[in-house]
T-cell receptor, first 113, second 113 residues
């Protein structure tokens, strides 16, 4: 049958503005989450992670917020730069031993100079 | 420190053939996972290997298999290729403990004709 591409949510922001990318996850038992960035032609690149015993974690220009009540993650990027243009994925770890990540569909971020 | 290395980068195969993809993890990483990325399904988990044993497995048919060697290098094999197997195959490595993020390779782009 015909292959239908995933409809990626898109977000366009002006350079220097803050970006917020949202993600809903599926499994209330998931206890580890990661945000990845994927640029065209490359594999996903780790940005930041958070464990379920936290609700906020900060990195360099990035902050991840976790709301377990509504099973929601968000990634905030401060002072967005053109190099931040990419597809962003959230991933939840479904494994009880080792790693087995379930990735969301991704959000395409475009930074307008 | 070298990253995750996947070979080959590009591959074209005919329906019905079989293919083997290779992945060399980051030195010291004992866990290797494989993912399939397509426009239609996004990033989907295939399997994870740790210390030469398959530790987690996704929902793919038995045509997809893998193995890990004593030096942690991994191969995945797809037999009886179908057009729908055309995808970017990504390998990721981690230290192997619970709740550790991956480092991804750049992937092998497989096209089945």
């Amino acid at each position: 049958g015909e292959s239908v591409g995933l409809h990626l949510p898109t977000l366009s922001v002006q350079e220097g503005d803050n970006s917020i990318i949202n993600c809903a996850y599926s499994n209330s038992a998931s206890d580890y989450f990661i945000w990845y960035k994927q640029e065209s032609g490359k594999g996903p690149q780790f940005i930041i992670d958070i464990r379920s015993n936290m609700d906020k974690r900060q990195g360099q220009r990035v902050t991840v917020l976790l709301n377990k009540t509504v099973k929601h993650l968000s990634l905030q990027i401060a002072a967005t730069q053109p190099g931040d243009s990419a597809v962003y994925f959230c991933a939840e770890d479904l494994a009880t031993t080792g790693n087995q990540f379930y990735f969301g569909t991704g959000t395409s971020l475009t930074v307008i100079p | 420190k070298a990253g995750v290395t996947q070979t080959p980068r590009y591959l074209i195969k005919t329906r019905g053939q079989q293919v083997t993809l290779s992945c060399s993890p980051i030195s010291g990483h004992r866990s290797v996972s494989w993912y399939q990325q397509t426009p239609g399904q996004g990033l989907q988990f295939l399997f994870e290997y740790f210390s030469e044993t398959q530790r987690n497995k996704g929902n793919f048919p038995g045509r997809f298999s893998g193995r890990q060697f004593s030096n942690s290098r991994s191969e995945m094999n797809v037999s009886t290729l179908e057009l729908g197997d055309s995808a970017l195959y990504l390998c990721a490595s981690s230290q192997g403990g619970v709740n550790y993020g991956y480092t991804f390779g750049s992937g092998t782009r497989l096209t089945v004709v």
